[in-house]
């Protein structure tokens, strides 16, 4: 559940997300259960959960697993997370904005910290990131949904600002309040997407290369082993070079 596209990439092609399954199936369990608590069980009455949903079908989840996750909520037996942002500094410079949903909050503290400085990053204050990047709404869909020139006309029409196309995924980026109707808008036409959530799209990116960019890639992946972290945001570019000599 990386937040960069390049990042995923890399994901992608070292075959990673097969062998993290199990936990990427536990956190997105975690954000439906939140999201039901928090709103309506019905995904069509509640836009957090209905994303959520979304994601996990996205990753082939089980309707079963969905269903039951959804069920925990109402059934007043799921635990009660709280949603917690970190920002911190990564190898050559890199920027980080770390979302995790947890039960225990100390714990969950002391692992991001302890992550960020075994693997050559800092942990900054709040605040410290977050001014260098804009909180928009983020929808994506795999390159196999359509050109980018037909992905660009959709999502203006939707009522989107900006598109980003890529090798693997496009990203259609939207204002905050208008993320799940443009989503919606886009689901009409295109189809379920793969994802839609809120997102921090950084101002300005950092070129990452060579030993950093190793070392990035090491804090980042350590940040989303851990089970309370959701998502990870930076502010990274990387060279095609640089990602071959990744993979």
Avoid: C
Wanted: proline share 3%.
């Amino acid at each position: 559940m990386a937040g960069h596209s390049k990042f995923k990439n890399i994901m992608h092609r070292k075959g990673a997300q097969d062998k993290k399954r199990s936990a990427m199936f536990s956190k997105l369990s975690r954000e439906i259960t939140v999201a039901a608590k928090m709103g309506a069980p019905d995904p069509d009455m509640n836009p957090r959960l209905r994303a959520a949903v979304n994601a996990a079908r996205a990753q082939s989840m089980p309707k079963d697993n969905i269903q039951r996750a959804i069920d925990k909520a109402s059934g007043g037996d799921a635990e009660d997370y709280e949603e917690i942002r970190y920002e911190g500094f990564g190898p050559g410079g890199v920027s980080l904005v770390v979302e995790a949903l947890t039960d225990n909050r100390n714990r969950t503290a002391t692992n991001v910290r302890t992550i960020f400085s075994k693997n050559g990053g800092n942990l900054g204050a709040s605040g410290s990131v977050t001014h260098g990047f804009d909180r928009l709404g983020l929808v994506t869909y795999p390159v196999t949904a359509g050109s980018a020139d037909a992905l660009f006309e959709a999502a203006i029409e939707a009522g989107a600002e900006d598109v980003e196309s890529g090798e693997e995924v496009h990203e259609i980026w939207t204002a905050q309040d208008s993320l799940h109707e443009v989503a919606r808008a886009l689901e009409e036409k295109l189809g379920a997407p793969e994802s839609v959530n809120l997102a921090w799209r950084p101002q300005t990116s950092v070129d990452v290369a060579g030993e950093d960019a190793e070392k990035l890639i090491k804090l980042v992946e350590t940040l989303e082993d851990d089970d309370d972290i959701q998502t990870v945001w930076g502010n990274y570019e990387m060279s095609e070079e640089t990602l071959e000599k990744l993979a």
